[in-house]
């Protein structure tokens, strides 16, 4: 049995969680938030980062979500649907766009870090980081309008998909509860696409939630 350490907001851990449900493979899942001092992050990665994949036959776990999603779409070839295109071409697009969501999602995380520095806060950086996040959102619906079926890549489901639809569940928590960006408006075709990739099982069970900060960050 797989297990993965998680947190609830994390858009990183949940691409994983969502392509472990589409492939059908059963794992428990901790979740924990990485700089509490009781967490276990450093015990397993020593970037203290999340998410990370543990094994229960010795192996050494692995962490980095594009990494770990690359193992399940490798390591479980054959079982459930692929989550990979079968040419090189669409596959290097893939992961092309798999670059511009994390990126994407990292500078929200820097969004955050930044609005809680309070009267230190710089907003040119914060300008920064917005236009880069408002960047792949547009660049993200612009791909969306050159493709002929209801997928990214090849009209066929796959990791592109599960990271721009864990991207955009972020900026949705984003905009509902912090109203930093908004999105859903200014691209509906977007939105539409978006909403219909939260209709699948594997996004219904994984929708990102705020935690509670119970310990300052140190």
């Known amino acids: 049995m797989l297990t993965l350490i998680s947190a609830t907001p994390s858009p990183y851990a949940r691409k994983n969680r969502i392509a472990l449900i589409e492939k059908g493979i059963p794992f428990d899942l901790k979740t924990k938030i990485p700089w509490h001092s009781t967490t276990e992050t450093p015990k397993y990665n020593p970037l203290e980062k999340l998410p990370i994949l543990i094994f229960d036959d010795?192996?050494?776990?692995?962490?980095?979500?594009?990494?770990?999603?690359?193992?399940?779409?490798?390591?479980?070839?054959?079982?459930?649907?692929?989550?990979?295109?079968?040419?090189?071409?669409?596959?290097?697009?893939?992961?092309?766009?798999?670059?511009?969501?994390?990126?994407?999602?990292d500078a929200m995380t820097l969004v955050f870090l930044e609005t809680a520095r309070g009267e230190l806060m710089s907003k040119e950086w914060l300008d920064r980081q917005l236009r880069k996040v408002n960047g792949v959102i547009k660049a993200m619906d612009e791909l969306f309008h050159k493709t002929e079926g209801k997928f990214l890549v090849g009209d066929e489901f796959s990791v592109a998909d599960i990271a721009v639809g864990a991207m955009l569940g972020l900026m949705d928590m984003v905009e509902t509860k912090f109203g930093l960006i908004h999105w859903r408006d200014q691209y509906p075709e977007l939105r539409n696409y978006w909403e219909m990739l939260e209709s699948r099982e594997s996004f219904k069970q994984t929708q990102p939630y705020m935690f509670e900060l119970t310990e300052k960050v140190a």
Not at 69 to 83: C, F, S
């Open 58 to 105: 010795g192996r050494a776990p692995i962490y980095e979500s594009w990494y770990i999603q690359e193992y399940i779409v490798q390591k479980y070839r054959g079982k459930g649907p692929d989550l990979m295109p079968e040419s090189l071409d669409d596959q290097l697009h893939v992961r092309q766009i798999q670059v511009l969501a994390d990126g994407a999602c």
